[in-house]
């Protein structure tokens, strides 16, 4: 079936500092999501892609769809204690949603 | 707050329990979702509902029985489990079924647990 990697597993990272994150696949999607999840919650969406080399921002949030349809990225600036939390991609063909395994952000003061 | 509700937040029960997992959306959505997150694992599909019918059954154990008894509610009815079905249980919806560009909207979870 599907799989995307996403990478990397987790990031410990200060204050201040910018962060990147990309998601593959071996498959084409014509849909990419970003969703964090903060402990004990469940996923919010903060991101959606609907096209090809689109680039989209949410405040300090940045996220692109691949040219090729099968990566994404997600950036976050100037990282701030509250940014801790598992970021997942999602990515959608023609029917399921698939899940990334996530990407855990630690942020020291 | 997502406008999809889930209670209990926490639940521990034996293998020889019964107890229900209850969510209710608030969005007028008509598609809803149960999700099962373990540890190091992505988000696992289990059942998906759409206008209180299942679409989906993603080769679940019938240990776990879904009731969708209208388009806001949403219960995963959990019968003589076992520890490894110990996990994040995630319910979520959509406006309409899945399709490119629809988005889900999660609800914060049941943490059970399976002693």
């Known amino acids: 079936g599907q799989q995307l990697n996403q990478s990397p597993q987790s990031m410990f990272i200060q204050e201040g500092e910018d962060v990147s994150m990309n998601c593959t696949s071996s498959?084409?999607?014509?849909?990419w999501l970003w969703y964090k999840q903060d402990p004990g919650e469940g996923p919010v969406l903060l991101i959606a892609l609907y096209k090809a080399g689109e680039l989209t921002s949410n405040g300090r949030l940045t996220a692109q769809f691949g040219i090729t349809r099968k990566d994404s990225f997600l950036n976050i600036s100037a990282s701030i204690p509250s940014d801790v939390g598992i970021y997942f991609c999602?990515?959608?063909?023609?029917?399921?949603?698939?899940f990334g395994t996530g990407t855990r952000l630690q942020v020291f003061p | 707050e997502t406008g999809v509700t889930q209670t209990p937040r926490h639940l521990v029960m034996g293998m020889t329990n019964k107890k229900s997992l209850k969510c209710e959306q608030h969005l007028g959505h008509n598609a809803m979702y149960w999700y099962k997150q373990s540890a190091k694992k992505p988000l696992e599909l289990m059942f998906v509902?759409?206008?209180?019918?299942?679409?989906e059954n993603n080769s679940v154990p019938s240990r776990f029985s879904p009731e969708c008894p209208n388009s806001s509610h949403l219960f995963l009815h959990l019968h003589t489990l076992q520890p490894e079905d110990s996990a994040l249980y995630l319910c979520?919806?959509?406006?309409?079924?899945?399709?490119?560009?629809?988005?889900?909207?999660f609800g914060p979870g049941t943490r059970l647990l399976v002693l």
């Open positions: 999602a990515g959608q063909g023609t029917d399921k949603l698939i």
């Open positions: 509902y759409n206008f209180k019918e299942q679409t």
């Open positions: 979520a919806s959509s406006q309409v079924l899945l399709e490119p560009g629809e988005t889900q909207y």
């Open positions: 498959s084409i999607f014509n849909t």
